[in-house]
């Protein structure tokens, strides 16, 4: 069975007067999240990958880290990071439930200095690549960011919130100006009972 795209769980243009268009929805869903889901399903056919869940081929061929599986990595990370993207944002205006925010507080000493860490990870990833909170194996909350497609299933961790900082996820709205984006992302467009959902 082959991988699909998920429909956004809301609008194209459910999230513009937030900050993200539908234009840029259209192009981030529509064409490169479905490119990924195309070339994915393209580059695991007839492997050994065929048939197993994202999480498996994610964690399988980044072990591996031959070069061969690159097509297959990048293309699989990339379908699942999407995934967990637009559900992590929303139309609505959802407070940060209590137990994300003491969970928050225990291992930054604030929300504030959370978000000042999230954004400058996302402002300092040089390149493409995503801002990550992340419970780690060791149960508290730290905030990393990685190249390309890498994410936290890479390191047995759990994504709680990921932004994409790929320059086609900000460039129509925002330009270059990727710390406006950030903020946006943090200030309008998280629905942050989805990020405690997965605590
Ligand atoms: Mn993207």
């Not at 998920?6 to 513009?16: F, G, I, V």
């Not at 990048?74 to 969970?103: C, R, V, Y």
């Not at 047995?156 to 990727?178: K, M």
Request: aromatic letters at 12%; hydrophobic letters at 35%.
């Amino acid at each position: 069975m082959a991988f699909e795209l998920p429909d956004l769980p809301y609008a194209h243009d459910a999230l513009a007067s937030k900050g993200m268009s539908a234009e840029t929805l259209e192009f981030h869903h529509d064409k490169h999240h479905n490119a990924y889901v195309t070339n994915g399903n393209k580059a695991i056919e007839g492997t050994e990958w065929e048939g197993k869940s994202l999480e498996e081929i994610i964690k399988g061929t980044y072990d591996a880290g031959a070069v061969a599986q690159n097509g297959i990595f990048n293309n699989i990370s990339q379908l699942w990071n999407h995934n967990q993207f637009w559900e992590m944002m929303g139309p609505g205006d959802t407070g940060m439930p209590g137990e994300l925010e003491k969970a928050i507080t225990e291992s930054f000493g604030s929300v504030g200095k959370m978000m000042d860490e999230f954004k400058a990870a996302g402002a300092g990833q040089f390149g493409s690549g995503w801002a990550w909170l992340v419970k780690d194996t060791d149960g508290g909350l730290k905030v990393t960011n990685t190249e390309n497609g890498v994410n936290p299933v890479c390191f047995g961790q759990t994504a709680l919130l990921g932004c994409d900082v790929w320059e086609h996820s900000y460039y129509i709205d925002f330009r270059n100006a990727r710390p406006d984006y950030l903020s946006n992302f943090l200030d309008n467009l998280v629905n942050w009972e989805n990020v405690a959902s997965r605590l």
